[in-house]
């Protein structure tokens, strides 16, 4: 199997790094992420072992909630 070589944005290359487990290549990780299963449910929990991912979920959660309640009394 040859190899290539990409040029990506830091963006991109930072998001990707992201979403790769800690064992495996970045080749591996782009190849999980485009598998052919296309299978819908397969990214969910893919975030959940970044740091600070959580916290931003729930902030965002409480701020809509917050914000939603506010809509309820006007």
């Not at 598998?35 to 969910?44: E, Q, T, W, Y």
């Amino acid at each position: 199997m040859g190899t290539t070589s990409l040029t990506i944005t830091d963006e991109a290359y930072e998001r990707l790094k992201a979403y790769k487990t800690k064992e495996e290549s970045f080749t591996d990780a782009i190849l999980r992420l485009t598998g052919s299963d296309r299978d819908v449910m397969k990214g969910f929990g893919a975030m959940a072992d970044v740091e600070g991912f959580r916290e931003a979920v729930e902030e965002t959660r409480d701020e809509l909630d917050t914000d939603l309640r506010e809509r309820d009394l006007r």
